[in-house]
């Protein structure tokens, strides 16, 4: 039997096609632009100078391809034990804190009982008290130096989402850099700090403008630490990237492979390139509160772009976060999903899937130049501090907000169970209340970063009728 051979087209022919297809219209209405402005083509292909990129996670996991982490928030040290405990148990590889539990090493060695830090890393999530958090961490973990301790101090982040701070953030970054020094001899398994552009993301930026709060927050915090006596290199191992995935999960896997390009090359500015260390966390600004449950369907998603983006650490919220603190079944199903992403749908068993994929390639590069752009636009303006006191990112942050925010109201774009497909009578799902967030001011301030949630306009009117 002889092969079967099928033409290769050529944009000639699929150009033909879609004018026939478009009846009269233009093949330029097929072209969207995003909020950085960059052109999502219809056709992507070796035709087109496509370069190809190449940005894999350096390493696995422990035999596994990503890291499974979650997040477990509470005041209760026993309650916090427990829930972390089940997790671990229940397939998770490492696990976040956050809640007054950091606050003391004393219940927070009680909410670590019978974790093995050596094997369960440990990362922390505590706003402008990370310091303090730190060492309460490293004091917990005394009697285990080789623990795998995640002190992910992130004051600026912390500093744009309140815009207040009780110190200048300049003790802020000496004080978190100070602190990672005096803990390196001691835990060389740790890392210190988080550069996360996640609340750019949150508040309604764009890929390229969270892509670059990430590496100007990284550059802050590896300047700091620098001062404070450690090497480059030490920092930049001691630094782990943030961003947030949604239910866009194109643009996730290209975003998270975007910022390994831009890693590399802010490492070698400082003279040590090192591998990017990276975790996601998924969108909260894509979760509705009305009706929870198409939130599995979009942290689905995220953890897909999550994983097939190469993340090395991938936390997904629980699906009633809009609502309050997910409580254990919503731990369970985040953590359950990505369960079955890793070991039913296989999605580690590729190094870099998207490589190839003429689409990815050209959309990782692209948003990576964007990226790269916006940071060198942040460090002429003096850095990430100095451009959020003088009110200069947040104006840019602003315009991308209002563009997603058009987008959803003129139907561009659509949230199914909001906008789409929505339920008049949807099932209730229990969460916890959660506290409201202390505020510390006095020392500095900026017009924050306010978070923002997608849906809220659509629930408020559905409230209103």
């Not at 390229?208 to 590896?222: I, K, T």
């Not at 997910?326 to 199903?333: E, G, I, L, T």
């Not at 990576?368 to 959020?388: P, S």
């Not at 561009?412 to 506290?435: H, I, K, N, S, Y």
């Amino acid at each position: 039997m002889s092969a079967m051979t099928f033409p290769t087209p050529t944009p000639a022919d699929w150009r033909a096609l879609a004018e026939k297809a478009l009846k009269g219209r233009p093949l330029e209405s097929l072209v969207h632009l995003d909020a950085d402005h960059l052109a999502i083509r219809p056709l992507y292909a070796a035709a087109t100078g496509v370069a190809p990129v190449s940005a894999p996670r350096p390493s696995h996991a422990d035999g596994r391809a990503w890291d499974l982490r979650t997040l477990v928030e509470g005041d209760d040290a026993a309650a916090v034990n427990a829930a972390i405990l089940a997790d671990l148990e229940g397939g998770a590889a490492s696990i976040v804190l956050a809640g007054t539990v950091l606050a003391d090493s004393e219940p927070l060695a009680r909410a670590l009982d019978g974790v093995a830090l050596e094997l369960a890393a440990v990362a922390l999530d505590a706003g402008l008290a990370g310091p303090e958090a730190a060492n309460a961490l490293a004091v917990a973990a005394k009697g285990s130096p080789r623990a795998r301790l995640k002190f992910h101090m992130d004051p600026i982040s912390a500093f744009a989402a309140s815009g207040e701070a009780p110190r200048t953030m300049e003790e802020h970054l000496s004080l978190a850099a100070n602190t990672a020094a005096r803990h390196a001899g001691a835990y060389p398994e740790a890392a210190f700090f988080l550069a996360s552009g996640r609340v750019a993301h949150e508040a309604g930026g764009s890929i390229g403008q969270e892509l670059a709060f990430a590496a100007a927050n990284a550059a802050a915090l590896v300047r700091a630490a620098v001062e404070a006596g450690m090497t480059a290199e030490q920092a930049l191992r001691g630094t782990v990237l943030g961003v947030s995935v949604d239910q866009e999960y194109f643009d996730g896997v290209a975003k998270v492979r975007a910022l390994r390009l831009i890693w590399r090359s802010l490492s070698r500015a400082f003279g040590a390139e090192t591998p990017a260390v990276i975790e996601t966390r998924s969108s909260r600004r894509m979760l509705s509160a009305r009706d929870p449950w198409p939130n599995l369907l979009r942290l689905t998603a995220a953890g897909f772009a999550g994983a097939v983006g190469g993340a090395d650490a991938v936390v997904l919220d629980g699906f009633t976060r809009a609502q309050g603190r997910p409580d254990a079944f919503a731990r369970r199903q985040a953590r359950n999903t990505q369960l079955v992403l890793m070991e039913e749908a296989h999605l580690g068993r590729v190094d870099d899937p998207a490589a190839g994929s003429w689409f990815l390639d050209q959309r990782t590069r692209e948003l990576a130049e964007a990226g790269w752009a916006e940071f060198q636009m942040i460090e002429a303006e003096g850095g990430i501090v100095e451009a959020l006191r003088g009110h200069l990112i947040q104006p840019r942050i602003a315009r991308a907000r209002q563009t997603l925010e058009a987008a959803l109201a003129d139907g561009v774009a659509q949230l199914v169970g909001v906008t789409r497909f929505v339920d008049p009578e949807p099932r209730v799902a229990a969460a916890e209340a959660a506290p409201a967030p202390a505020i510390d001011g006095g020392g500095d301030a900026c017009v924050p970063l306010t978070a923002m949630r997608l849906s809220a306009p659509f629930e408020a009117q559905e409230a209103g009728r």
